[in-house]
């Protein structure tokens, strides 16, 4: 053991005896508070080691180098979230051409510093030290350089050029989608889908994975892992297909008990806007979101997710004034990926692989675990109403009530509209439009027979046909940025949220009574604990297990559904 | 002649003639708005050849290698520009620390990129082209291969971890500078202060410049030439000299001749920000910036001027609500900034060392043109009054009369504030912030001895001594930030405008009435055509020798302020 390791130890014993204290401390400060909100104290589990630093001198020299070359990756990575915000959100319209041209230069340039050989060869004699000196490699250590080498396999044989052009027509492809969908014009935007397809089949086609994978489905996967890594095309379809048949069975029950029961009253009169930014805000400060190191803010489009741990600026849609659900269904949205990026090891791992969070099913978990779990639940109806009834002057208005608020958000009907759909119809959204997408890429499906296609599944998965262009095919942005591989996440991301729930309703009985009391942190605590702060230590699947101590599974999502849409009173 | 130039013939001749139309569309519309306005139809004067673009094909393959590098050093600056705007309007406060290491990280990589052998080697094969093929080298391309190798000598020796230590330290002080001055803290002032002096001496030594100058003011001239290409330390020594002179007879016949006229009323009421806003962004408007490719906002410290031919968001102060005259002054002095910014070759030479500004005294000439010269005019505020009157709703309001504020923006008054300064006083400030700062990197002035240097100074030059630090040598940012050699431009800059004022009046005859009507215009296409659209095709002494006819000389400046201070009514 060197001396330098020596120090290290210290080091980390100081750290270890601080967080006990603070845990301690926070304990005793959850206690004074609201004694209802104590938990059993949880002391780190053995086994698990507190993070070492990014800047950390590392026995193998090469490893170090490796983190100095992924801090100046995620430096530009950083950039492009700053530059991609201020385009969708400040920046003068002039300015448009040559923005794309400075974002596009700078995925190419990130990509040329990631996909080269000097970087193949520092990861292979990191691995060669990593088996000759295990000692000199903690967990932590292990992981970054795993997922380094998984950036550098997802990079190494994509054109540089292609990678360029792709991120100029993620960023064009926002604007030609407000276009298309505000004049419902399918003849400018099949060209523009049809080039987006191309290009990113062709990306995926050159994929290092296709090295192995020569099957239809392959090129598909490596796009659906771009976003969930180790996630296979078959065992999606599988779950799906499960959750289809569930989903077709409870449906019609649900719809028959809502027939029997009186509907909600609709919201009246006017939310203004910046009322309800305020609440917006202030309900993602309850939940625990850090606004000096973020905010909420408007756009007149797609909401935008993202950001980094330092600089975690959300952006939602409060165009319509006629009710405050929408735009909070937005904002407790954005803040659960806002919360679980925020709580990622920033300190400690800033820029290096493993600091990042684990791909969008796990991103999808944090932010539908807020919004659909806990923020459609009657106790935090009962939280809000007596709030919402001051804050936009509608004291006495029945249609404010927490429990109509309740029926109003959790009201079931399915319709064309993807992003305004109830919790249980919303898969059927997912299901028709991964379908779709599998399709185009594979081939199986041209752009052109997109809106037939379209209008067939919403038939046969809803008995819905959709009015418009702009009520089908054309209502997403997804496919115009290049998310293609990206829906799944969705639901993925409602199968985990519904299993993480259920695990911590063991650990923290009374989550009813918090919610009703407007007090997050419990469950912030405990997702930050198990989840935000490892980062990626853990693939998402072990992670899943780690926590929940099952594998993947509908079942607790179906439980879920059933207690809340035909139990509950 | 190859058929790659004929081609580009072609294309320069239907440039050429789409040019003389738009010209000849120009004036019809102008005669049709405002007969008033016509100006004489001006052909391009001939030997102007229109630009070439930045991607045209050249013979020098090593001359187009070269384009391509800097197209990318051109983004990356672009990329500074919204990072640091952002850093200083918009940022989360907590993403403080690491917004510095992305700054830094990206001058560095910048720097790395721009001061290395290979840009040294095509260099010097692009000039071996250049002498041996001189038919393939139009006006354009000869500047900018000229401008190529200025800015890789300004580099090429400096240490990349300077580099990156000031782009930070830069950042940073505007923070410490904000502190100090609003707890008159000197002691925190001190060290940093000292630090950036030691820095910028170093950085100034190391230049290559050095390797042909010993002098003691050696270093300083290497600073000053990065904001005033060319500049000597002695020349401007000795146009200071005779400034002053001149200045110290004017100064006492002024405040005589002030005393014996009513001093004029001040304004009273209250002045709203957003109103001021909407005021500002209007002249703007009218003064022809164009707002779809910029913007102008507030924010709570310095103005910022900059950003890119693409995206030129301003910055200003609008705190004061007591008066709208300190928000517009910023307004119009930013403005001409902006303005001038704007009209760079941004479609022909985007991102190229040819398509930037002249450096910051022209930069300024053109700020204090707009500002000082037309910004004060009794026409500008015969313009402005009666507009005034009904957006802030004073009507018959006797200090809002034209004449009055006029006087109110015109009195002369010696003081400590260097930013609210009158036209004359103004560069008594400029003189001691030379003075000191020449003598700090000269190393003849210890930062510890500033704030006494500074008061006697003060007393030297106008009789004045501060109360205070912060109204002393804490009032301003530029040390802060490391504009170490920038002060000298703002004089020279006015300079510069009177000469340029002396030589537009020989063309455009009728300027008062102009002004007084707000049409802008004239004068805009009159700058655009001679300084803006030529970005770098001529070194700043020889344009201006060009314009004017002669070179830099304080006579006009002398009888503009002689004219407005001393003989009008």
Known sequence: MTSNKMIISIKQITHWGKRVLSTLRDRV?????????????????????????????????????????????????????????????????????????????????????????????????????????????????????????????????????????????????????????????WETARPFLENMVDLHRQLAETKCLRNNEHETEAPYQALLREYIPGARVDEVETLF?????????????????????PAPLPLTGNFPSDQQMWLNRSLLSVMGFDFTRGGLYETGHNPVEGGTPDDTRLVILTADTSTFLTSMKSALH??????????????TWRYQPVGQDLGAAVQESQALLIE?????????????????????????????????????????????????????????????????????????????????????????????????YAQGCLQDVHWFVGKFGYFPSYTLGHILSAQIHDRMKRDLQNIPDLLRAGDFR??????????????????????????????LSIQPLMNHLEERYLMAA
Chains 1, 2 share one sequence.
């Open 29 to 185: 400060k959850t206690f004074l508070k609201s004694p209802k909100t104590l938990k059993p104290l949880q002391l780190p589990a053995p086994g698990f080691k507190p993070a070492t630093k990014q800047y950390e001198i590392h026995a193998s020299p090469d490893y170090m180098e490796l983190k100095m070359a992924f801090r100046d990756i995620g430096r530009m990575n950083a950039i492009l979230e700053t530059l991609g915000r201020d385009f969708l959100t400040a920046m003068p319209d002039g300015a448009y051409k040559s923005r794309l041209s400075q974002i596009g230069f700078l995925y190419r340039r990130m990509h040329e510093e990631l996909a080269n050989q000097k970087i193949a060869t520092l990861i292979e004699k990191a691995h060669a030290h990593e088996q000759k000196h295990p000692d000199d490699w903690d967990l932590w250590d292990h992981a970054n350089l795993r997922e380094m080498e998984i950036m550098y396999r997802h990079h190494c044989q994509a054109d540089p050029v292609l990678i360029e052009k792709r991120a100029r027509l993620m960023y064009e492809g926002r604007r030609v989608h407000r276009e298309v969908r505000r004049n419902n014009d």
């Open 334 to 347: 954005e803040g659960g990926h806002g919360i679980y990026i925020q709580g990622l090891p920033r300190d």
């Open 241 to 261: 297909t499960h959750l289809e048949k569930s989903l077709r069975r409870l449906l019609p029950e649900v719809l028959e008990r809502q027939a029997n029961r």
């Open 522 to 551: 419990p469950m912030r605590d405990w997702l930050h604990e198990r989840i935000y702060q490892k980062g990626r230590l853990l693939r998402p699947a072990a992670l899943m297990e780690e926590i929940t101590g099952s594998p």
């Open 372 to 468: 659909m779990i806990f923020g459609r639940t009657k106790e935090f109806f009962e939280y809000l109403s007596p709030r919402a009834e001051g804050l936009f002057q509608k004291f006495a208005d029945p249609a404010m009530r927490a429990d109509n608020l309740f029926a109003l958000r959790n009201w079931v009907k399915p319709g064309w509209d993807r992003r305004n759909a109830d919790e249980i119809t919303y898969f059927f959204h997912i299901r028709l439009r991964t379908r779709l997408e599998r399709d185009m890429i594979s081939g199986k499906l041209a752009v052109k027979d997109l809106p037939e296609a379209w209008n067939a599944g919403m038939e046969d998965l809803m008995g819905i046909t959709p009015q418009s």
